[in-house]
Nanobody, 126 residues
């Protein structure tokens, strides 16, 4: 499956952005998905993840209550809604996917995923 992330940009603290991750090549509904981010000089870190159905989700503590993951399997697209953005959210955001069939679980570690998008940059100014 090929992933294409989009929706990044520059926003002031307190603002919102919605990132999209569009998949092509396979039936996306058979894949668990996740978002990761990498700030300059830092390692890639887990942000949020969803099972194939969206029924199981997991959030990092730093984004809990501010970020939401959703997916539209009919459109082969996953969304990351980011509200109340903070300067610490500045990073390149990557979407990732792993085939799970209809097993409804999420994945929090980058090494568990075998498909990655190219990244979209988010900059939050204070």
């Amino acid at each position: 499956v090929q992933l294409q992330a989009s929706g990044g940009g520059s926003v002031q603290a307190g603002g919102s952005l919605r990132l999209s991750c569009a998949a092509s090549g396979r039936t996306f509904s058979d894949y668990a998905v996740g978002w990761f981010r990498q700030a300059p000089g830092k390692e890639r870190e887990f942000v949020i993840a969803s099972s194939w159905s969206g029924g199981s989700t997991s959030y990092s503590a730093s984004v809990q209550g501010r970020f939401t993951i959703s997916r539209d399997n009919a459109k082969n697209t996953v969304y990351l809604q980011m509200n109340n953005l903070k300067p610490d959210d500045t990073a390149v955001y990557y979407c990732a996917a792993k085939y799970t069939g209809k097993s409804d679980y999420y994945l929090r570690t980058a090494g568990s995923y075998n498909y990655w998008g190219q990244g979209t940059e988010v900059t939050v100014s204070s």
